[in-house]
């Protein structure tokens, strides 16, 4: 089904990248969703990876309570691409400005708050440039709190105490999001083992004295926690069989293979956090700094109410069917046959 208001596919004049802006839904105001700058081995995976990520973003509004719904940009950079950032950059603010403002974009996996200013010579449609430059600044500070909100609540309701110094976690991915992620579960007096594909973020894990094992040992780690911190579709229903852990939630975009993936974890009494709760940090925070003229203070408080939001919602029922029941009735969708979403 194609449920997307609008698919732009342009091939940058500046830069010759295909960029590809998908707006999925403005039935709740404004989209929002970051922009994702990646290497794809062909182009329709980077369009295929905009259509599912930015149908996500607005089930991430809808349960964060914004008045947005979702979108998002994907640069596909060609393997072995060499070139300038900035032109493709550039490229993509001229086809977000041509949407008039449907869309409004933001930092994602391979853009930071620079690149925002980047994109922002050539729309105003751009949240979290810097904060000298009048922006909301980094979003991951932010995603990576809320994060670890989620975590505290999740460890509550699967273990009976929040307290994370009693706990393990593997965080998979060390980016911007998950090393920050790492290093509060640490500060935190948590026991970590973590995994990266990039052999760099290495440091990061001695330094906060992490076990440094390879991604297949992180994601099977007879761990507490696992905590999704890199690209999507992590939770197959091969996977979820070989997970040795009793609780999963992080910042993934779009862990799930596909919704039934939620039930087979169920069945194996594993408790999931749905990502589109865990990871709306980020805009949380940037849309209540830039557009509800927030303080910091403010803007975090709101974004430390996400563990309120998950353990309310899992006294009740699993906190995949709330997150599933909460975006459909803010989409005003009737659920499908199998009472899932059909896509995201
Ligand atoms: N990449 C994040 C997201 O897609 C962060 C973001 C912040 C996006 C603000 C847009 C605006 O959720």
Redesign the pocket.
């Known amino acids: 089904m194609f449920s997307h208001e609008q698919v732009v596919v342009r091939r940058g004049p500046e830069s010759g990248l295909p960029i590809v802006v998908a707006v999925h839904s403005t039935a709740a105001g404004q989209a ?5 700058m990646a290497v794809y081995p062909d182009w329709r995976d980077g369009l295929d990876d905009a259509i599912r ?1 930015s149908a996500a ?1 607005t089930d ?1 509004c809808a349960l964060a309570g914004l008045p947005n719904g979702g979108g ?1 940009t994907v640069i596909a950079v060609p393997p072995g691409f060499t070139g300038d950032r900035e032109p493709a950059l550039r490229d993509a603010g001229v086809v977000i400005d041509e949407l008039n403002g449907a869309y ?6 391979g853009t930071g708050p620079d690149d925002m200013m980047t994109i922002g010579t050539r729309t105003r449609w751009v ?2 440039r810097p904060v000298e430059a009048g922006g ?1 600044g980094d ?2 500070p932010a ?1 990576a709190a809320g994060t670890v909100a989620a975590l505290r609540a999740l460890c509550e309701v699967r273990f009976g105490s929040g307290d994370l110094s009693r706990r393990s976690f593997a965080v998979l991915g060390l980016g911007r999001v998950g090393g920050t992620v790492a290093t509060l579960l640490a500060e935190a007096g948590a026991r970590l083992v973590v995994a990266d594909v990039d052999e760099s973020r290495r440091a990061l894990a001695e330094a906060i004295g992490a076990r440094w094992v390879s991604p297949d040992d992180c994601r099977t780690a007879a761990v507490d926690v696992l905590v999704p911190a890199a690209m999507g579709g992590l939770l197959t229903p091969a996977s979820v069989a070989a997970l040795r852990c009793r609780a999963v939630a992080g910042p993934a ?1 779009n862990q799930l293979d596909a919704p039934g993936t939620a039930e087979l974890l169920h069945r194996r009494g594993i408790l999931w956090a749905p990502d589109p709760v865990v ?2 940090g ?2 949380i ?3 209540g700094v830039e557009l509800r003229q927030l303080s910091e203070e403010a803007a975090m408080a709101e974004v430390a109410a996400i563990g309120d939001t998950l353990a309310a919602a899992e006294t009740r029922v699993s906190p995949a069917t709330i997150a599933r029941d909460r975006a459909e009735a803010a989409r005003g969708q009737v659920p499908t046959a199998q009472g899932q979403v059909s896509e995201g």
Do not use: E, Q, W, Y
């Open positions: 929002i969703g970051g922009c994702r990520l973003m991430k998002k409004a974009t933001g930092p994602d996996v949240f979290c909301s979003s991951s995603t975009n990871s709306a980020g805009i925070h940037a849309t």
